[in-house]
């Protein structure tokens, strides 16, 4: 049973587009986050959710718009493509929110997303 | 502000060498830290994590690591590597704004 899954693996598309990563998860937990990995392997978290509401928002642009349908959801639609959207994704959830003891974040396997 | 500094890029270790993976974190108060591995192609797994207490951490795999507050280290150590433990390893401080930071990575390489 996959704890954190992600969908798709792989994403290509062209710029301007408009694309959602699917996010699930089955550990019942809280919290869940969106990450994006650059091409240097820099890890940076964009979001997080904590039952549904948006706790952690960096400073990420407007096209980027994260979405809870419920606790175990957490996808993430994002407008007009850039060059430098390309990038791996990953999505996490956790118990609680970060830093208390049962705080582990378990990841999901990523989507790599490739803007043309 | 909080931030985590992992000084080496790439280190290459023969099979069977022990592995020592540098990591230092700013953080006022006493720091929540962990130790991540991404295998290629892969999602982080959590190696093991600091809180309270002993500052000897075991975690899986045959790792360890060590918090020493006066260096503000937490140094991710195997006595004997294998080769499936190539990989890329990452150091993270829990902020104060409900977020982890992660450092900038570590590619682990074996030498057989």
């Known amino acids: 049973d996959t704890a954190v899954s992600q969908t798709p693996k792989y994403l290509v598309t062209q710029m301007g587009n408009d694309k959602s990563i699917k996010c699930e998860q089955n550990?019942?937990?809280?919290?869940m986050y969106w990450y994006k990995q650059d091409s240097k392997k820099f890890l940076k978290i964009m979001f997080s959710y904590n039952n549904k509401e948006l706790i952690i928002n960096e400073t990420v642009p407007n096209r980027f718009s994260p979405k809870s349908p419920d606790k175990a959801h957490l996808n993430l639609h994002i407008n007009s493509l850039e060059l430098g959207d390309s990038a791996v994704y990953f999505c996490a959830s956790s118990q609680d929110v970060a830093g208390g003891s049962t705080d582990t974040q378990y990841f999901g396997p990523g989507t790599r997303l490739t803007v043309l | 502000a909080q931030s985590v500094t992992q000084p080496d890029i790439h280190i290459t270790v023969s099979e069977g060498a022990s592995l020592e993976l540098r990591c230092n974190y700013s953080?006022?108060?006493?720091?929540?830290l962990f130790w991540y591995v991404q295998s290629p192609g892969q999602g982080l797994q959590l190696l093991l994590k600091?809180?309270?207490?002993?500052?000897l951490v075991q975690g899986i795999k045959g790792f360890e690591a060590e918090f020493k507050r006066s260096q503000s280290s937490f140094n991710l150590r195997k006595p004997s590597v294998h080769w499936s433990d190539a990989a890329e390893y990452f150091c993270?401080?829990?902020?104060?704004?409900?977020?982890?930071?992660f450092g900038s990575g570590t590619r682990l390489s074996i030498r057989p």
């Open positions: 993270a401080v829990w902020s104060s704004a409900s977020k982890i930071i």
């Open positions: 550990l019942g937990h809280d919290t």
């Open positions: 953080y006022g108060a006493t720091p929540y």
């Open positions: 600091y809180f309270s207490g002993d500052t």
